[in-house]
């Protein structure tokens, strides 16, 4: 090999290569902390169980308010 080819080689593996490596993985880290259609629908989802499961913790303490006063005191 050439003088030159040793330098340009020397070169590229000095600051091109670390470059296009970090920039390869910092697109593909923004790429990955972006939510996808499919996330979406499950928080959607999950969101909606949790408004429901949270209406009925709220039936069963009115009902326990109304039949058992004193239920909380003993938790």
């Known amino acids: 090999m050439s003088d030159f080819a040793i330098v340009l080689t020397v070169l590229f593996l000095t600051f091109v290569a670390p470059l296009w490596i970090i920039f390869h ?13 499919e996330d979406e629908r499950m928080l959607g989802e999950l969101w909606q169980s949790a408004e429901r499961m ?4 709220q039936a069963l303490e009115r009902i326990l308010d109304a039949e058992a006063p004193g239920w909380r005191s003993k938790l």
């Open 25 to 37: 993985y910092v697109t593909r880290w923004r790429t990955a902390k972006s939510l996808t259609a």
């Open 54 to 57: 949270e209406g009925r913790i």
